[in-house]
């Protein structure tokens, strides 16, 4: 889910960060944003009301696709992809008629966040 945080950083978003979940925070010049799974969300009058965050696009659910290199042990993604691989996967996912965001970690892993009523339409463009 997005959220909008307006005063500080929800106990949501730093469970997220604490319990090893997906996490994204951007900071923008007029508000920051972040992403968090929705399963870690509370009440929407309780997010307003005590942690001063809403929904960005109520409703919108959002899948993380992480690409990178396997490490040598096997078992996924470990090391940051090759230099230029963000920006291939945007080039080619351009012509898609999708809301698709880039989360890239400095040092670290990117993400492409995708809607997730979106993602066969876009699974469909990355395996032309």
């Known amino acids: ?3 909008i945080l307006r005063n500080g ?11 090893g979940h997906f996490c ?3 900071q923008e010049p007029e508000v920051a944003a972040a992403w968090i799974p929705r399963s870690l969300l509370p009440k929407a009058s309780r997010l307003v009301d005590r942690d001063g965050a809403e929904e960005a696009e109520p409703g919108v659910s ?3 696709v992480r ?12 090391v940051p992809a090759d230099p230029g691989m963000a ?3 945007c080039r080619q996912l351009s012509e898609v008629p999708v ?3 880039l989360s890239s970690a400095f ?15 876009v699974a469909k463009e990355l395996v032309k």
């Open 1 to 3: 889910v997005s959220l």
């Open 9 to 19: 950083v929800p106990e949501c978003v730093r469970a997220a960060a604490i319990g």
């Open 24 to 26: 994204a925070i951007v």
């Open 62 to 64: 959002w899948c993380v």
């Open 67 to 78: 690409f990178g290199c396997p490490g040598s042990s096997g078992g996924g993604v470990k």
């Open 87 to 89: 920006g291939h996967l």
């Open 99 to 101: 809301n698709i965001r």
């Open 107 to 121: 040092g670290g892993m990117d993400a492409l966040l995708v809607p997730e009523d979106s993602l066969p339409l």
